[in-house]
């Protein structure tokens, strides 16, 4: 049993939250939550050239409407804040300050253009430029290893633009355990000595994470797979601190639905899915990005096809509540090889949620559709369409294609329908029809069904003369729910209505 659980979700506020960080924020709160544990919002904000201004709003709606509201947070019981990392800048430079004192970091005043000129030295003689113990103290690059305390001090007062980077130790077998991988090992030779922070008072991502996690008390990081090759730096840090590090486990990618890679926005332009949550409108070029709330998805249903996406609970169930998600879930079930994206499965569990809805549900998010085109109709009526159809449906929006001939008399014929059903006898017939329609007293769909195959075996023709033309009078096409329940949901008077428009315009 985990004690004392904290995890966070630390996205950058870059622009609209993609579905593989919406699983990463899913497994952090399933996992908190099962351990009574709590679950932290950061916004990881130090890259403030790619800083989208509605991006952390949008982030914090995606959360709430996915049903994973974060207990900590910014603007909300801001024990350890402030959340955002931009307002937490002071603290990296004295934690900096800090590895440099204990000599696990060094000031590096390299140019950009000497560096370029080292790596392309360096592929001139077949080789890959790493800056760390082979050359860090070489003569070549200029940083506080080879320089005195005094020519540091001097470049730093003169204003000249410096780096702080880690000193990654030479020779060592680094061990270090994955919740979800296991046991992993590397070459610490092979580390470079990345940078920590920047003369412009802002820490590269591995400073602020690991001071923040650290003061946050984050017990475990759950994060993508794509952090992995940090977590030899981090582990070091941790060390280099002299803190106990948290456990880590990196979840596999979400992968395209065809081809290799990682799902990207792209994808699902081009195949016809979102990969966001929510819509999204981008400020700067009005472009709008489809979301799965506004196409119709269910945000439980929508959870449900996330979960799944490199979980599984170890039996044949697929359909789990939110509660039954958080007790069921274990680190040890995920997948260390990435999940393939299967647009088709999302909209199956999208209609294993409708059918799971009760239909005065369904038709209170019917109702406004229906209002949205003029058409008003009680609410008890409405459901019973709604209990008709919506086995055939996988979101609300397809309701009106599935339904609209019960409020609306059919303007148009199904071609195809029409050319293979409607004989030149077809009309005759029609007429003889709403005659002895018009003579039903007890117009209950069974009543109705009966007496009118009652009146076509009397004629000794074949059913299908009459009820493909009926249905096709109708609905318009061969589609729809028992015919006869449709005859007496329109009533009478409807029904001989739209039999003579069926005959004068087939």
């Not at 979960?307 to 007790?327: C, H, K, M, R, Y």
């Amino acid at each position: 049993m985990e004690s004392n659980v904290r995890v966070r979700f630390a996205p950058s506020p870059t622009g609209p939250l993609h579905i593989g960080g919406v699983r990463t924020a899913l497994y952090n709160y399933l996992f908190a939550k099962k351990y009574n544990g709590t679950f932290i919002l950061r916004i990881e904000d130090t890259d403030q050239t790619r800083y989208v201004a509605n991006a952390e709003q949008y982030i914090i709606d995606s959360l709430e409407w996915c049903n994973i509201p974060f207990d900590e947070g910014p603007g909300k019981n801001e024990k350890f804040g402030p959340y955002r990392q931009s307002e937490r800048k002071e603290l990296y430079k004295k934690y900096a300050d800090i590895l440099i004192d204990s000599g696990w970091a060094y000031y590096a005043f390299d140019t950009s253009e000497a560096l370029d000129a080292e790596r392309k030295g360096h592929e001139e003689e077949g080789k890959t430029f790493i800056y760390n113990w082979h050359n860090r103290e070489k003569g070549r690059l200029v940083n506080s290893l080879v320089l005195t305390a005094d020519e540091v001090q001097t470049k730093i007062n003169a204003g000249e633009n410096y780096v702080i980077r880690f000193k990654s130790p030479q020779d060592e077998i680094l061990k270090m355990e994955d919740e979800i991988r296991g046991n992993i090992t590397i070459d610490t030779n092979t580390l470079d000595d990345k940078i920590l922070f920047k003369s412009d008072g802002m820490p590269t991502y591995h400073l602020a994470n690991i001071v923040d996690d650290h003061l946050m008390e984050i017990s475990h990081v759950i994060r993508g797979e794509e952090w992995l090759p940090s977590m030899p730096l981090h582990i070091l840090l941790y060390r280099a601190f002299g803190w106990n590090a948290p456990k880590f486990a990196h979840l596999p990618l979400i992968l395209k639905p065809v081809g290799k890679g990682k799902l990207s926005k792209r994808d699902g332009d081009k195949l016809g899915f979102p990969v966001f949550p929510l819509a999204y409108t981008n400020d700067e070029t009005n472009e709008v990005s489809r979301g799965y709330k506004e196409d119709g998805y269910f945000a439980d249903g929508f959870i449900n096809m996330l979960a799944f996406l490199g979980w599984n609970p170890g039996t044949e169930q697929e359909i789990f509540s939110l509660d039954e998600l958080v007790q069921s879930f274990d680190l040890k079930r995920v997948s260390k090889s990435g999940a393939k994206f299967n647009p088709d499965k999302t909209k199956w569990f999208n209609q294993q949620y409708m059918q799971s809805k009760s239909d005065a549900a369904l038709t209170d998010l019917y109702l406004p559709v229906l209002s949205e085109k003029g058409i008003s109709k009680d609410k008890e009526f409405v459901q019973k369409v709604v209990s008709s159809i919506k086995e055939r449906a996988v979101f609300v929006t397809d309701f009106w294609d599935l339904s609209s001939f019960f409020f609306e008399t059919p303007t148009e014929f199904d071609e195809k329908a029409a050319n293979k059903n409607w004989k030149p006898e077809t009309a005759q017939l029609m007429q003889e029809l709403a005659q002895v329609i018009s003579n039903v007293e007890d117009f209950s769909s069974a009543n109705t069904e009966k007496e009118i195959k009652e009146w076509i075996t009397a004629k000794e023709i074949g059913f299908g003369k009459v009820m493909q033309p009926l249905r096709l009078a109708l609905v318009g096409k061969l589609a729809g729910p028992h015919l006869f329940d449709i005859i007496a949901m329109i009533g009478k008077v409807e029904t001989i209505n739209r039999i003579e428009n069926a005959i004068k315009n087939l």
